[in-house]
């Protein structure tokens, strides 16, 4: 099993800034990684997949970065909507299997 | 549009089992694989099982291996979780989701259907 490990597990970020998210697998996992974004009480959202691609609809301040072992979600300009908890996922081996998270919150 | 419907939730003491369901539309279910994701409360997300298009090949987290059972019903467009010998551990909230037509990354999820294992 490919295990994910995020950090930091919590992120202190005032809004205008940049966050950078990270998360590293225990093998490589090519670019097969997806950030989903999760604010409290809602379903996981899919931000990017194949390590830099935005999904539908996400704004362009978000973007991802990586390949192997160690990736990146980047937020620039936080808004106060972007403060929620962001996972990263590995879709290249079976069992699929998801980071710990990272919770942004406001600084 | 896609949705995914669970049922089945509720308390079940441990050691019981119960029998989770999820009614998909708005796709050619038939075309993707699927599977489903739980949260523990106050957790992070954690990928519990899959299952492929056809329904012959299944996968499986360690933590569930052996206990836990996927399968699918296409002619009525439903996938079932069979969740056996419960554990505490086991109590999450369990998602529904369905993967991109380009990978298995996750771009639709049910509400989530709420077990509890607790005697």
């Known amino acids: 099993e490919i295990v994910m490990t995020q950090s930091p597990a919590t992120l202190s970020v005032s809004p205008g800034d940049r966050a950078s998210l990270s998360c590293s697998a225990s093998q490589s996992v090519s670019i097969n990684v997806a950030w989903y974004q999760q604010k409290p009480g809602q379903t996981p959202r899919v931000l990017i997949f194949?390590?830099?691609t935005r999904a539908t609809g996400v704004p362009a301040r978000f973007s991802g970065a990586g390949s192997g072992t160690d990736f990146t979600l980047t937020i620039n300009s936080l808004q106060s909507e972007d403060y929620a908890v962001y996972y990263c996922q590995q879709y290249n081996n079976w069992p699929l299997t998801f980071g710990e998270g990272t919770k942004l919150e406001i600084k | 549009e896609v949705q995914l419907v669970e049922a089945g939730g509720g308390v079940v003491q441990p050691g019981g089992s119960m029998r989770l369901s999820c009614a998909a539309s708005g796709f050619p279910f038939s075309r993707f694989a699927m599977s489903w994701v739980r949260q523990a409360p106050g957790k992070g997300l954690e990928w519990v099982s899959g299952?492929?298009?056809?329904?012959?090949?299944?996968y499986y987290a360690d933590s569930v291996k052996g206990r836990f059972s996927i399968s699918r019903d296409i002619s009525r467009n439903t996938l079932f979780l069979q969740l056996d010998n419960l554990r505490g551990e086991d109590t999450a909230l369990y998602y529904c989701?369905?993967?991109?037509?380009?990978?298995?990354?996750?771009?639709?999820w049910g509400q989530g259907i709420l077990v509890t294992v607790s005697s």
């Open positions: 299952i492929s298009s056809g329904g012959t090949t299944t």
């Open positions: 194949g390590a830099s």
């Open positions: 989701v369905k993967p991109s037509s380009g990978g298995n990354w996750f771009d639709s």
